[in-house]
């Protein structure tokens, strides 16, 4: 089968983990990567979980060679808004050299062509130079809640000297890129209580207090004029920038196009943040704190002159190296609460959290990732810091030990997590060129 017409059977599975009744797709989907790494000639194995299965393949273990263990994930996001999409989303179309479907990008097309490269080896050559371990999850989106668990548990297979990772994205303008560094996540919802039930505006208003006004005060509170979080302590270990990422972060800039490039993909006509950092700095070298939803009171059509009872806000921070996501979830409690008015109630649910993950895009690994990519692209890889959060990363380098190298495949524009996603035809088959040069790569790297 053609390497377009594998990647469409693979996006036609609803390997959704977010929802439960797609569990039998999930399954589906984890036996349809099995039978692939079989057919490749690899040893492979579904495990299961107490949620989603991880499907396992690996080479016979050579001791002279190097092993390399390849992460990626099948699960997806949800696809709505449904009618946001051009077709439907799990119904594969080709246009314009791009292929659309949930997954195309994140991360469906991206850990395929890693598949089909050790395929085109080993049916070329009959080996590869190092072993390979494939580790391919279906909780990614939803934070990996079982896979240090499976880490742990088969921790003596899974042994390896490093990780390689494609699911981050090219740089600006679709460049080659090796993501060296990406931030971490502390997640938060807070609900404001104030009165027993909605309350008469005319009639309360100006003696009770509004908690759609107190939780504005709260959220406008964790920045000021000049876009610095505000919360005590909340720079204590940021690690700064050496001279070389500033070089790194410049350069991507001249590369993409700056600001001018940022605000055409993101749509906006004005960019903002932290003072005293360029754009490219602020996206993946900086924390920030952020409002992901809010809400409170009459949402309908037209006035209806209430006093909310409640009103809520989920945030998320986006975290640096060294900084400890329960330290700054603490910290940001302790904060809000003081920021906190009588007459309200303030409550605090913290959510799901994973740490920032960096690694040396100048060791003998990391010079391999980078001539990996500038043969398959035909030009040197810039430098990224991902503003984006993979939480497992820290976990790899906890329980394996190794480090992990992010070789990203997706067009920055592919829409992930949005309607109409999409992975360039180039880039998809250009990640096949790929995974043949790093296997080779680092097969001398050690």
Known sequence: MEPLEELKAFLR????????????????????????????GLNAKVHATSGSPVVVASTPRDPAKRTVLIYGHYDVQPPDPLQGWTTPPFEPRVEAGRIYARGAADNKGQILAHILGVAETLGEKGSLPVNVIFL?????????????????????DLACDLVAISDTAMAPGNQPALTYALRGIAAMELLVRGPAR???????????ANPATVLARLLASLHDAEGRVLIPGFYDAVRPLEPWERD????????SGG???????????????????????????????????????????????????????????????DQDPEVILTAAEEYLRSQTPPGVLLEVVTGHSGDA?????????????????????????????????????ATLKEILGVDSYL??????????????????????LGGIRMNRILLEELGKAG
């Not at 909605?198 to 009770?208: N, Y």
């Open 13 to 40: 599975f609803q390997s959704i983990s977010t929802q439960p009744e797609h569990a039998p797709d999930l399954t589906s989907c984890a036996e349809w990567l099995r039978n692939k790494l079989m057919a490749i």
């Open 357 to 393: 993950y960096q690694s040396d895009p100048h060791s003998p690994d990391g010079l391999a990732a980078r001539k990996a990519l500038a043969g398959a692209f035909g030009a040197e890889p810039l430098l990224l810091r991902d503003g984006g959060s993979i939480p497992i990363l």
């Open 259 to 321: 600001d001018a490039a940022i605000k055409e993909l993101a749509g906006v006509s004005e960019l903002v943040g932290e003072k005293g950092f360029t754009t490219i700095e602020r996206i993946g070298a900086r924390p920030t704190a952020e409002v992901n939803g809010i809400g409170g009171g009459y949402q309908g059509e037209g006035t209806k002159t209430v006093l909310p009872k409640e009103a809520f806000a989920k945030l998320t921070f986006r975290l640096v190296a």
């Open 136 to 156: 391919i999850e279906g909780e990614e989106e939803i934070g990996s809640p079982n896979l240090a668990d499976f880490l742990r548990a088969h921790k003596e």
């Open 198 to 208: 909605d309350l008469h505006s005319g009639l309360f208003g100006g003696a009770v």
């Open 407 to 428: 070789l990203g495949l997706a067009n920055p524009d592919s829409r992930i997590h949005s309607p109409d996603e999409n992975m360039l035809i180039e880039n998809f």
């Open 248 to 255: 790194a972060a410049a350069d991507l800039e001249k590369a």
